[in-house]
């Protein structure tokens, strides 16, 4: 009996420790599990406090997206009223310059027409002046008079033509109307 309880207590031994190494071998790989499923458990703690904070950020940027999209709307308005601004003054400006060139045109018209007039009567003075000199020296002045009032005649339909201001033959030199 000794020797079949020593056998009994080898192979009792033997699958004690067979199964120490099996229960060993089991424990190490749960823990592994255990410690994987724990890295995997953190990381994605993380991950939704990450979300988390980024789902708090959403009502903010709503907010500033909000504020941008009243600004810009604000900025179209005023876009849209520079713009009718704009096309109502280039009409002005447009009606403004034809009514330069009408002026213009007038302007040079005018100053055209009291060259011609203004030659008209130096021609018509140089005439009297030689009238007078003609008539003073032969009748000794008695048709002077008579010059004085075709002269009189001549500047007085020369101001009606240029609507300037009548100017006293007296003060009017023989050669330089300008005088």
């Keep these: 009996m000794a020797q079949g309880n020593s056998n009994f207590f080898a192979i009792t031994t033997a699958l004690f420790v067979v199964l120490a190494i099996i229960f060993f071998t089991l424990s190490i790989t749960a823990i592994g599990k255990f410690t994987a499923q724990k890295k995997r458990v953190h990381h994605m703690e993380q991950q939704m406090l990450a979300g988390k904070s980024e789902i708090m950020k959403v009502p903010e940027i709503i907010g500033k997206l909000r504020v941008a999209d009243k600004t810009n709307k604000e900025l179209e308005s005023q876009v849209a009223d520079l713009t ?3 096309e109502e003054m280039t009409s002005e400006l447009n009606g403004l310059q034809r009514e330069l060139t009408a002026v213009t045109i ?38 002077i008079d008579e010059v004085d009032e075709i002269e009189e005649t001549l500047i007085e339909s020369s101001h009606e ?3 300037e201001p009548e100017v006293n033959s007296a003060k009017i030199s023989s050669g330089n109307v300008w005088e």
């Excluded at 040079?108 to 009567?121: F, Q």
């Excluded at 018509?124 to 032969?138: W, Y």
């Design 84 to 86: 009718e601004s704009s």
């Design 106 to 143: 007038a302007k040079l018209v005018l100053e055209t027409d009291k060259a011609g007039y203004t030659k008209n009567l130096i021609e018509a003075r140089q005439t009297v002046e030689e009238l007078r000199g003609q008539l003073g020296t032969n009748d000794g002045g008695s048709l």
């Design 161 to 163: 033509a240029t609507h």
